[in-house]
């Protein structure tokens, strides 16, 4: 039976409450915001004091003003008997594959129902920010069955962020033939900044973000264009670097690479007004990011950030602008901890129609951005009194949103 969510909401007043840790930055894994229109009038949906007296380089950089959806709607949490999922997307027929960050696969129907494990895959390491991480089915998947999913895999030199694919048997108990097609080199004995979100482009191939692993030995590898940390990279369905890209061609540059100088991206989502590729990374303590990414260009880390260091040092120079490293669209301070992203469509909802959707971890909700002109023009926060850390988020098939959670929740957010 479904449980349905304490609070309903009804374009009541903002919430403005805050994220659960305003001082700081928990890493990662939890250890350590009307349409088109906004309303200026109603005050940014964040009240903490930030971590730094950084300025933002343009107006609307942050804090922009809040937003309320006017459309009565609710959240239904559909099953609480998910272990660790990670990342979700849709099957053809409306039901939902899911990932566990152990390292199986599992299929959940709208209803709630959930499959038996799905096995067969290579062994992941489950260790601190790793495991199995995002999926996305083939766009022919009707035809031919295949899965395409991101990793930490264990390798004897260390750990790196892996994509593989295989095929869904026809009695859905297991992938067969599965293979690695890419290894996101090189390996390190860490077990943070994964990354680990997929999607498909246009024209078919695979974007794939990664992280640069967290520890400041590896850090610099963000700016290396002969590594694959801290990169949004873009391949084909057989982990080949895909025509076009940026660095094709150029020595001591690795053809796979699309962006770099990023953190750790755990949020990639295609525009569908515009076609744009955008992402979510997780900043140090402070300056949580959203991008608009551009290929070949440099975001900018560990150079320029509008967080400091966990234990309050600044990171670097200290620096928040540079001539040549992109800027964001917006960034957060305290953070929202940004992980699984989705643009709507507006099928089920009008008013959120290309708005974006971010799970938000250690902020516990999940952040609705209204987007005009590639610039952030208002913020929601919804499912706040959930407290529940939400790792990623999807629209399905039928216009509701799907979000899962890391205490195992998969919730329906639709039109009441």
């Keep these: ?47 903490k004091a930030p971590n730094t007296d950084y300025k933002p380089a343009f107006p609307g950089q942050t804090r922009i003003a809040g937003v309320k959806t006017k459309t009565p709607y609710e959240g239904t949490v559909l099953t609480d008997k998910l272990e660790s999922p990670w990342g979700i997307t849709n099957l053809p027929d409306g039901r939902l594959l899911i990932t566990e960050k152990k390292g199986v696969m599992r299929i959940a129907t709208t209803s709630g129902q959930l499959s038996e494990p799905i096995t067969g895959l290579p062994k992941v390491n489950p260790d601190g920010q790793g495991g199995l991480l995002g999926v996305r089915v083939d766009p022919d998947f009707s035809n031919n069955r295949i899965v395409y999913w991101v990793f930490s895999e264990p390798l004897p030199e260390g750990n790196l962020t892996a994509v593989a694919k295989g095929k869904l048997s026809a009695d859905e108990k297991k992938i067969e033939g599965a293979t690695v097609i890419y290894r996101a080199t090189p390996a390190y004995k ?30 610099p590898q963000a700016q290396h264009l002969n590594s694959a940390l801290g990169k949004v990279l873009r391949i084909t369905k057989d982990g080949k670097p895909a025509a076009g890209n940026p660095f094709e061609g150029q020595a001591d540059k690795r053809a796979e690479i699309y962006s770099y100088g990023h953190r750790n991206v755990q949020g990639l989502a295609f525009n569908p007004a515009t076609g744009d590729l955008w992402e979510t990374e997780f900043g140090p303590r402070g300056g949580d990011e959203l991008n608009r ?39 957060w301070d305290p953070v929202l901890s940004p992980s699984g992203i989705t643009f709507y469509s507006g099928k089920g909802i009008p008013e959120w129609k290309n708005n974006l959707f971010i799970g938000g971890l250690s902020s516990i909700h999940i952040a609705r951005l209204v987007i005009e002109n590639n610039k952030v023009v208002g913020e929601e926060r919804l499912l706040e009194k959930e407290e529940q850390r939400f790792r990623d988020i999807t629209e399905g098939n039928d216009g509701a949103l799907y979000a899962v959670t890391d205490n195992g929740r998969l919730y329906s957010i639709h039109k009441k």
């Design 1 to 47: 039976m479904r449980t349905y969510i304490q609070a309903i909401f009804t374009g009541a007043a903002l919430a403005l409450a805050s994220c659960s840790t305003p001082s700081g930055h928990p890493n990662e894994n939890g250890t350590d915001s009307a349409g088109t229109t906004t309303d200026s009038s109603t005050a940014p949906v964040e009240t």
């Design 190 to 219: 860490g077990t943070l900044h994964y990354g680990g979100r997929i999607v498909f482009d246009k024209e078919g191939n695979l974007v794939i973000s990664t992280g640069e692993r967290s520890d400041l030995e590896t850090r």
């Design 293 to 331: 990414i551009q290929p070949g260009k440099n975001y900018g880390w560990p150079i320029i950030t509008y967080g400091i260091e966990y234990k309050g040092d600044k990171v670097g120079e200290g620096i928040q602008q540079k001539e040549g490293l992109e800027q964001p669209v917006y960034y």
